[in-house]
C-alpha cells in the first residue's frame, strides 16, 4: 500500500506570496492532519480534517488555513508568507480520527521564505 | 494544558551500548502516548505506542512502558546499531484535547562503530 504522499517536497517563496501545499493520504485513511516543524518551536500541530471537515486547530494565525476533498486528499495554504513561516511541513494521515489511532506521516514539503 | 518534555540530545553512543532517552508528560486526561523517530531527510515514523498505564509498547528491539505514577515514557534499548542514529520524539494525544499529537521536542541519536 502505497504511503502519504506530499507535493512539492521542496518550494522557495518570497516574502507577501502565498503557497499551497498538497497532501494524498493512505488509501483509505479518512482523516488527514497537518504539523509544522521547525528547529525552535519543534513540532506543532496546525489542523486536521475528517470528511472533508476540519475537527481540530492548533494555535495558528488564520493565514494558515486548509481543506479536504471527497478523496481526502488535503491542501494546506499559507497566504502572505513571512521569514518565519519556513519550516517542514508535514502531512499524517490515519484510518479515523482519534487519539488512539496511529497517524502515518507523509516527507514533508520544505517551504523557504526569503 | 498537555506538554511533553524530553531529554536534552545529543546523545552519542558506540555501537551495542544500552540506550535510554528520557520523557515524561503532563496530561490533563488519559493520553496515548507514542514514540516516533525521523531518519535524515525524512518525515516521522511511528516507532511504538502504549494507550493506557502500564502498557508495554515494543518495536525493533526499542521498548517503553506507560508510567502513570512517574507520568514517563522512557524509551530503551538494549543494544544499539548505527543505524539507529536518528531523531527521537516523545509524543501524546488526549482524547478531551482532540486529536493533535503534541510532540517533545526531539532527541538526536548518534551511533558510532
Known amino acids: 500500500k502505497a504511503g502519504v504522499t506530499q507535493t512539492p517536497r521542496y518550494l522557495i517563496k518570497t516574502r507577501g506570496q502565498q503557497v499551497t501545499l498538497s497532501c494524498s493520504p493512505i488509501?483509505?485513511?479518512?482523516?488527514v492532519s497537518w504539523y509544522q516543524q521547525t528547529p525552535g518551536q519543534g513540532l506543532q500541530f496546525l489542523f486536521e480534517y475528517f470528511s472533508e471537515t476540519q475537527r481540530n486547530k492548533g494555535n495558528f494565525p488564520g493565514r494558515f488555513s486548509g481543506r479536504q476533498f471527497s478523496n481526502s486528499r488535503s491542501e494546506m495554504n499559507v497566504s502572505t508568507l513571512e521569514l518565519g513561516d519556513s519550516a517542514l511541513y508535514l502531512c499524517a494521515s490515519s484510518f479515523v480520527a482519534g487519539p488512539e489511532y496511529e497517524q502515518y506521516f507523509g516527507p514533508g514539503t520544505r517551504l523557504t521564505v526569503t | 494544558g498537555n506538554s511533553v518534555t524530553q531529554m536534552e540530545g545529543p546523545v552519542t553512543l558506540s555501537e551495542e551500548a544500552f540506550l535510554t532517552i528520557n520523557c515524561t508528560y503532563t496530561a490533563t486526561g488519559y493520553p496515548s502516548l507514542f514514540w516516533y523517530v525521523q531518519y535524515p531527510g525524512e518525515g516521522l515514523q511511528l516507532l511504538l505506542k502504549a494507550t493506557k498505564a502500564d502498557d508495554k509498547g515494543s518495536n525493533k528491539g526499542f521498548e517503553a512502558t506507560y508510567r502513570k505514577e512517574t507520568t514517563s515514557f522512557h524509551l530503551e534499548k538494549g543494544s544499539v546499531q548505527v543505524s539507529d542514529s536518528a531523531v527521537y520524539f516523545c509524543a501524546l494525544s488526549d482524547s478531551q484535547a482532540g486529536t493533535a499529537l503534541i510532540f517533545g521536542k526531539g532527541t538526536t541519536l548518534s551511533v558510532s562503530s
Open positions: 488509501s483509505g485513511h479518512r482523516s
